[in-house]
Structure formats: C-alpha cells, structure tokens
C-alpha cells in the first residue's frame, strides 16, 4: 500500500518549493479537485494546465501543515498558508485539506475549505496587473558555481523586478565554489584577483540567505531517455517524448533561461540531457537563451535529431584556452582535482559553431559578452554584470545583437 503520510508531505514540500510539475505529479490521471478558490478541476491535464505558471497572484507563499490524520487511503490536514501579493498585501489563512489516494499512491481525489475573506487581495486589479511582471529560469551546478556570475545577473534581474526560479540537476542546494568568495585570491591566468570585496559581501549574503533553498529538481521535473537496450525501448522513448512535450510546454510560463558558469558546470550541466532537453524547448519557443563561462558547452552539446547543434552558425563566447587552469580546476563537495579543465571549451565552442558562425575570445578586451538572437553568451566572470544587463535589453527592448559584425 503507498505511503500516503510520505504523500501528503511531498504535496506541501513541493507546493512550498514552487515546483508544481513535480507537484502536480502527485495526482492520477482521473483525478478530481474541489478547490476554493479554483472551483472544479478534473483530470491530470486540466491540473497542469490549471498550475501552468504556478500561483501568479502571490510574489511569497507557503503552506505550512500544522496536523495530519491518515487513515488507510484517506488523509485531512490542517494547514497555515501564508504569503504577500505583487502589491504586499499580507495573507494568512488556516486551512482544511481532505484527500483520498488511489492504490498506487496518487490523489485520486482532494478538496479544502477556508475563509475566502484573507485570499481578497489576490484579485485585488492592481496585484492582477503586477503579476505579469517576466520570469527567469536559472540553472546552477550542485559542484559548485562561481558567486559573481549568479550576482552579476541577479542583479538586473532584480532591478528590473523580474521573479526569479532556480533550478539544480537533482534539486540539491547550489553552493559558491570558495575562491569566489575569497577577494584575496589570485586567478592564475590573470595573475590577479577577479573577486571584489563588494561582490564577495553580496555573494556572502545570498548564500546566507534563504533564497537559494529550495531549487526546482530538474530530475524530477525533465524525463530521462531511455537506452536503447531497453526491452521496451520503442514504449518508453514513446513516454519520453509525451512527457517532454509536456514539460516544455510548461516553459512557456518563462521569459528566459540563464546557465550560471563555474568549474561545476563541467559536471552536471554541460553533458546533461535534460539540461539539454530544456534548452531545446527554450529554443523552440523562440524565447532567450543565456549562458555564461563554462556553461556556454551547454549550448554546443543541445542538439535537434540531426545532431547539429543549435549554435551552428551563430556568433558566440566562452571560457577562452588562455582562462583554463593548467592545475586546480576543482569543485565544491569533493577534493578531487582534476588539473587542468577536461575539455578545451573554445575548441568545441569553435567547432559547434562552425562553418559559417564564429567564435568570439576578445582576448585583451576587459569584457566579452554576444548577443545573436536567441542566444546570449558570456565569457567569464567580469563579463556577469552586463550579460545581466543584456538579458534585461533583450526582453525589454528587443535587443537581438551585440558584440559582434556581420
């Protein structure tokens, strides 16, 4: 019989993560709500499309459970949402939930009831105005990224008031490679230090801080493709790609990607499919595509089924051959390392591009950041605050080139 107490902690986990893909996945296929403020919703797929975007009337919110009861395949709970709108109104409400799970562990039905009075300022007009305010998908590395090149952007992103969500390869909290914290240290290809006291404070203070807590799990959020020594292989490639129509439609609730850079990137998020399955659904909305240093072979590694990569053609930086480390390329939750990067990125950046598209280096100048539409790359770690700015100039203004001639 399913874990139905594991169950019902995972829909307030998940709800209070923002990841409502993986959220929505607790329910059936036949499933049937009774929701407060939603009305009626039957059926997986008017759920999804339902949360498509999450809750867009709240700029914060949790929903915290207080008391559960379990009995068999029934549960009811006892919860406090909380959370302020796009205009700061405070909202706090407790709240009722009774759910009944099928065999195989899914909600088959759920419905809840509250005051609606404390929920009012959500369809307040001014709050349903502000909410249209863009979103930003973010990927940070698990083995670490470097600090300036998350607060560079961070900070137009910001500025601009756009509403920011983090992703990580596995859903584990993304951490600062330490020489990025470390104003002292001394890049050794630059034979300087690249790190600022004012960067380090605010990098400091965003990994303090609670925001980077809880990241969307982009493996429970993407399908795995299956191998083709698979006894099933034709059926399970067959449910890769409906749910991957279905995960990258849900992109269409975002504005646009950016790849952090960092020594991490190496690992889990350039050879990383679902990574590159995220791409492609950027892309093939049209939408913009941004990354920075090493997370730029993201893009070289993203290919349609030709097997061509998607910056065939295009004008493009990255990490160049004079930045790599000849020793200490590490990473953060080990103590390997590994020497000097496993790859040469501006040797496959190059190649990824060619024949009629170019590689960039603009070695000698202080910043290095392209913009061929719908990509934006970033050299290195300087360039991070004006890729931020570019990422705005682009949704704002329809930038759809910089940093290079025809």
């Known amino acids: 019989m399913a874990n139905v107490k594991e169950n019902v902690s995972r829909y307030y986990a998940y709800a209070n993560a923002g990841d409502w893909a993986a959220w929505c996945d607790l329910f059936a296929e036949d499933t049937v709500l009774d929701e407060q403020l939603a009305g009626h919703v039957e059926g997986l797929p008017a759920l999804r499309r339902l949360m498509k975007g999450g809750l867009t009337g709240y700029a914060e919110f949790q929903n915290v459970p207080e008391r559960v009861l379990v009995s068999g395949l029934e549960a009811a709970t006892l919860s406090r949402i909380t959370g302020k709108t796009h205009t700061g109104a405070v909202i706090s409400a407790p709240v009722m939930n009774y759910f009944r799970f099928d065999e195989a562990g899914k909600i088959a039905y759920m419905t809840n009831v509250h005051d609606t009075v404390p929920f009012a300022p959500l369809s307040d007009p001014a709050n349903q105005g502000r909410r249209m305010k863009k979103r930003i998908l973010v990927g940070l590395s698990e083995w670490g990224y470097w600090a300036e090149e998350l607060v560079g952007p961070l900070h137009a992103f910001d500025a601009a008031g756009y509403e920011v969500t983090f992703f990580t390869p596995k859903g584990k909290k993304p951490v600062a490679l330490g020489a990025s914290l470390d104003p002292g240290y001394i890049d050794p290809p630059l034979g300087r230090s690249v790190t600022s006291e004012e960067n380090a404070k605010k990098a400091r203070a965003l990994e303090s801080s609670d925001r980077l807590d809880h990241p969307k799990d982009l493996s429970r959020w993407f399908p795995e493709r299956p191998y083709i020594s698979s006894s099933a292989y ?24 950016l790849l952090v850079g960092g020594s991490g990137a190496l690992i889990d998020l350039a050879n990383n499919f679902r990574v590159h399955d995220l791409i492609l659904g950027f892309y093939r909305l049209g939408k913009p595509i941004a990354t920075e240093c090493y997370a730029v072979g993201c893009l070289a590694f993203a290919r349609e089924e030709d097997r061509k990569s998607i910056i065939r053609g295009k004008h493009v930086t990255g990490h160049l051959l004079e930045y790599d480390y000849k020793e200490g390329t590490g990473f953060m939750g080990t103590d390997f390392n590994m020497g000097p990067p496993p790859y040469a990125l501006e040797y496959i950046l190059r190649d990824a591009v060619a024949p009629d598209g170019e590689y960039h280096a603009n070695i000698g100048n202080p910043t290095s950041v392209i913009v061929d539409y719908p990509f934006i790359t970033s050299r290195s770690t300087p360039d991070s605050y004006l890729c931020g700015e570019l990422v705005v100039a682009v949704l704002e203004k329809g930038l759809r080139k910089y940093g290079w001639v025809a």
């Open 234 to 257: 034709l059926r399970e490639l067959e449910a890769y790609h409906a749910a991957l129509a279905e995960r990258q439609r849900e992109l269409e609730a975002y504005d646009a990607l």
